[in-house]
């Protein structure tokens, strides 16, 4: 099986190998020829490995019709229906050759080798049709369909049947050939039988079956579809493709290195899907064909029979084989990676990180990679033309590293390496411009409403020149009056005022032309208005006028000019990484900002952030330069892994969310339903001592179901949503009488919530906590105040009475007295190692009904011996009731206790505490104990302890005794001393 890291491939569109073959005007979808599948196998309990046919419910569930029983997938792992042969209302038979879905009824039919079962997705529940009890021509059905009059028809292995709603039989119709393949009503609401003896349709009037006569290349029809409007397709056993119009004129033809046609699909994608018994899947999209067999690893297809082939409502592919389990692919995700390096083509995008991208005027795109110098893009040979310094004559360059493109009066310039470059037509090569001293390297180019030039340095400010690059300022920090933050510059931008933003290393600055004042924006501490960082990355001013500044380390912020204020986006709102390296504007308005960990898109209408992740075909996650905005208004990025291209209008941001369901709920661990499946929106009412809840949901998201993260409540108990990341159930214990909704929402790969879905219970009162209780209440204490009048009546009788009750309460003190006595330890005022078994018991067995982790640590002084021999048993006994009280206050929860285990051992339970929890509170006992202050005849003592601590930490399965936690943390502690002293060691 594929490993499950694997799933982040499904959706990625697979790289071009060397250039994209792109017009730039919509994303690339997957080659057809490089789509990646998924397995799903017995790891994801699907328990036969021959999948016969998969159909996607209205739900979004997935279903699996094996030889070995029904399995319904969420996506995470299945539910099996299976026959039981001592229950006869249950799945008829456990191989299962066919399945149809009624989407209007909900029902599911099914053919296998004994009849026909239809499972009723409302009710949960079978209704079973054969030979004998039904008039089945034969007991295998290997077709079913549903016609225009809804009527259901099975093709058995000896003819085709009609289903009498009425009386439960069925109505025998003989065929040529006997055996029915393929049952399908095509657009014109006709039934058309596929049979071992070629096509035939259904006459209604007649009642009558009616052959078709065709040059047949083969007569067995496997397969019946329309996959578009006029066009049939046929699938034939030893004779490939066969397309016919509606009138059943032949319109081609195609065979395959195997023509043994068992299933046939076409996605939305255009391209058809052919599974053959014994030669694979083929895909056929226009003229080219390309094979997945067992022989292709990187295709992941691991069987040679193909049973089944369907595509669900997101455009995912599913294939059942006959013996390797189904796979999934995603064949229609989106390719934003227009080029990258490719080491066996010369032709290709240089290797390394992208500094920045750019079209010119004249419509040639230029890319400028780390100190490999200019590769610009010839459409018409599809092939990267390289600028290189060490080049002799045509495409040569002064420095290879290349920061920033532009265009001025018509030329165009570079900041490179060797300062201002300029592009030479004559020569198709580059020469440094002499307007800045030798060895200044550049970084930043922008040109202001004056058509001056501005040339941001490396290590040397910032430089102003008018048209005929005559210098007219240079700002640096040593300017007076008008000194910039830093000399570093990493971008300019001229705000449509005729102001300079400057982005440096160390603050952003604001160049008021007109006024020749200086401005500074810097981090202040503590002040959630200014900016973040001062390491200003990248700048951008949208349309509207709005400045955007991205910086490294501190996210994205907006400027608001009215306030003088900044606010910003980091990754606690949102954000896939804070260091912003590219800002685009959409031509929807939409903020695009590249990161050192994908794109994040943010709407600042709303606030509200995409991220889209290599899953969603971006190349890659790390970008490391300035993007661009093309006239038409598509998007360039640029990384490590290429260019990124996104078209005007992208389908990312309009996926759908997936559907979540709560698809279990049991009270006192028993399902509250035997039939259903979901729960949504669903009341009940249960008695006080049902109060043991559990629940289970699933997000229907087979493409990016690694990736989504839940989010639950319990309406009465949760103040706030809680996250359970990938975890999809939850339970609740000792529930209090009242009201209560549990809600769950999921997040998915893009950060986006669902809407939450919820199943609403009440627990009532205890038939003592009733109204009814309190009036019988009132009246017994009614009754008891007359008898008390009585009683006092009889003054010798309450006397003894007064003094019976005197009695009872010293014995109640004495009781208690003895009880504090018997749990605690006598010298170190401790819980006792009677008390420890006691309660660890108590705590190990709630642990093992809700499945959380209890930890136990044992704890031992290090040369206490010593300690006694040098001072004393009486100053020994003061050692360590201080060490017990140390151990005491390292312990902040109530749950958890610490109690003498004997002599100079200790031992402390920690419930509900996993391992990164237990060795942090190891590490606090380690150092409260580590130096203790003792008064022992007069004199204060500050002794430096030495421990060792071993620990155990598990969630306790059924089978797991207590004896082996507390031995399992004893073996930890000598082990732990065995190290040396001091130690620590915690097993899990």
Request: glycine share 8%; hydrophobic share 35%.
């Amino acid at each position: 099986m594929i490993k499950k890291t694997a799933v982040l491939l499904l959706g990625i569109i697979v790289l071009f190998s060397g250039i994209a073959h792109s017009a730039f005007g919509e994303a690339d979808e997957v080659p057809f020829d490089r789509v990646r599948f998924e397995n799903i196998g017995r790891d994801q309990g699907l328990l036969n490995l021959s999948v016969s046919s998969v159909i996607q419910d209205k739900q979004g569930f997935i279903w699996f019709a094996t030889q070995g029983g029904l399995f319904r997938y969420n996506g995470k792992d299945t539910a099996a229906y299976r026959n039981n042969p001592f229950e006869s209302d249950g799945l008829i038979h456990n191989l299962i050759q066919t399945m149809f879905y009624d989407e209007e009824k909900h029902h599911l039919w099914l053919g296998t080798y004994q009849g026909v079962s239809m499972l009723d997705l409302n009710t949960n529940t079978f209704t079973n049709y054969s030979v004998e009890e039904s008039n089945l021509s034969n007991n295998v059905a290997v077709a079913i369909a549903k016609d225009k009059d809804d009527r259901i028809w099975v093709g058995t292995l000896d003819g085709l049947n009609r289903l009498d709603q009425a009386s439960g039989s069925f109505v025998q119709y003989s065929v040529k050939g006997k055996v029915v393949r393929s049952l399908f009503l095509d657009s014109q609401d006709r039934l058309l039988v596929g049979t071992y003896e070629g096509l035939c349709t259904y006459n209604l009037e007649q009642d009558t079956l009616e052959s078709v006569a065709i040059d047949y290349p083969s007569p067995y029809v496997m397969v019946v579809r329309e996959f578009e409007p006029g066009v049939l397709t046929l699938g034939l056993w030893d004779g490939g493709i066969l397309e016919l119009d509606m009138s059943f004129n032949r319109l081609s033809h195609t065979e395959f290195l195997d023509n043994r046609v068992y299933a046939v699909e076409k996605t939305e994608d255009g391209t058809l899907w052919v599974g053959t018994w014994g030669g694979g899947l083929f895909a056929k999209r226009g003229p080219k064909i390309h094979n997945y067999t067992t022989t292709d690893t990187d295709d992941g297809i691991g069987h040679p029979i193909i049973y089944a082939l369907t595509e669900d409502a997101t455009g995912i592919l599913w294939v059942g084989t006959n013996g390797s389990g189904a796979y999934f692919a995603n064949p229609q995700g989106q390719n934003y990676l227009a080029f990258s390096h490719d080491m066996t083509d010369p032709d290709s995008l240089d290797e390394g990180k992208i500094n920045t991208i750019y079209r010119d005027s004249q419509d040639r795109l230029w890319i400028a990679v780390y100190n490999q110098g200019l590769n610009r893009y010839e459409n018409t040979l599809d092939k990267m033309v390289k600028y290189k310094a060490e080049n002799e004559t045509t495409l040569k360059m002064g420095n290879n590293q290349v920061m920033d493109i532009i265009e001025y009066q018509g030329r165009l310039l570079i900041a490179s390496g060797a300062g201002v470059e300029q592009y030479r037509e004559a020569v198709d090569g580059f020469e440094r411009l002499p307007i800045l001293p030798e060895n200044t390297i550049t970084y930043a180019l922008e040109v202001d409403r004056d058509n001056h030039l501005w040339v941001g340095t490396y290590l040397d400010g910032i430089y102003e020149f008018d048209a005929d690059y005559q210098l007219i300022n240079h700002f640096h920090v040593k300017s007076t009056p008008l000194a910039i933050s830093d000399n570093l510059v990493y971008d300019i931008v001229c705000d449509q005022k005729g102001n300079l933003w400057i982005g440096t290393n160390n603050g952003l600055d604001v160049y008021l032309k007109e006024e020749k004042e200086m401005l500074a924006y810097l981090k202040k501490d503590g002040d959630t208005t200014s900016l973040p960082n001062n390491t200003i990355r990248t700048l951008l001013e949208t349309e509207s006028g709005e400045i955007w500044v991205g910086m490294v380390g501190g996210g994205l912020s907006k400027y608001l000019q009215d306030q003088n204020i900044f606010t910003t986006y980091t990754e606690s709102e949102g954000l896939s990484d804070n260091t912003v390296i590219s800002i685009e504007e959409s031509n929807e308005g939409l903020i695009w900002i590249a990161t050192h960990n994908g794109i994040s898109v943010l709407d600042p209408d709303t606030d509200h952030i995409v991220n889209l992740t290599a899953s969603d075909g971006i190349g890659g996650y790390t970008f490391s330069g300035d993007g661009f905005k093309d006239s038409d208004g598509s998007l360039f990025f640029v990384g490590t892994h290429g260019v990124t291209h996104f078209p005007p209008v992208s389908k990312l941001l309009n996926r759908p969310l997936p559907p979540v369901y709560i698809t279990d709920f049991r009270v006192m661990q028993k399902p509250v339903s035997d039939h259903l499946v979901i729960y949504n929106d669903l009341t009940y009412t249960f008695d006080s001592e049902s109060n043991f809840m559990s629940f289970e949901f699933n997000a229907i998201d087979y493409e990016y179901l690694s990736h989504t993260q839940y989010h639950y409540r319990l309406i009465g108990v949760d103040a706030e949503w809680v996250t359970s990341g990938q975890r999809n159930y939850v339970s609740y214990s000792n529930l209090s009488p009242g009201d209560y909704i549990f809600e769950v929402r999921a997040k998915t790969i893009q950060g986006l919530y669902t809407d939450p879905v919820r199943v609403s219970f009440v627990i009532l009162k205890p038939w003592h906590q009733t109204t009814f209780a309190y009036g019988v209440y009132g009246l017994i204490l009614i009754f008891i105040i007359f008898s008390f009048v009585k009683i006092r009546e009889n003054h010798l009788i309450t006397e003894k009475n007064s003094e019976l009750n005197l009695l009872n309460d010293k014995l109640e003190v004495a009781v208690k007295d003895l009880e504090e006595v018997s749990i605690k330890d006598g010298l170190t005022g401790i819980y006792n190692r009677r008390y420890f078994n006691t309660v660890l018991g108590e705590q190990f067995n709630i642990a093992k009904r809700s499945r959380l982790s209890i930890s136990v640590l044992m704890i031992d002084v290090d040369d206490f011996k010593e300690i006694n021999d040098a001072y004393g048993h009486v100053f020994g006994d003061k050692y360590l009731i201080a060490f017990a009280n140390e151990i005491e206050k390292s312990l902040v929860r109530t749950t958890d206790f610490c109690a003498r285990f004997g002599g100079d051992e200790f031992a402390v339970v920690l419930y509900d505490t996993d391992l990164k929890g237990t060795e942090s509170v190891a590490h606090t006992i380690r150092r409260n104990v580590g130096d203790l202050k003792i008064e022992h005849q007069g004199e204060n003592y500050e002794m430096t302890s030495k421990v060792c601590i071993g620990g155990y930490t598990i969630i306790p399965d059924y089978e797991m005794s207590l004896e082996l936690l507390i031995s399992t943390a004893d073996d930890a502690l000598y082990e732990a001393k065995r190290n040396g002293k001091n130690q620590i060691l915690i097993k899990s």
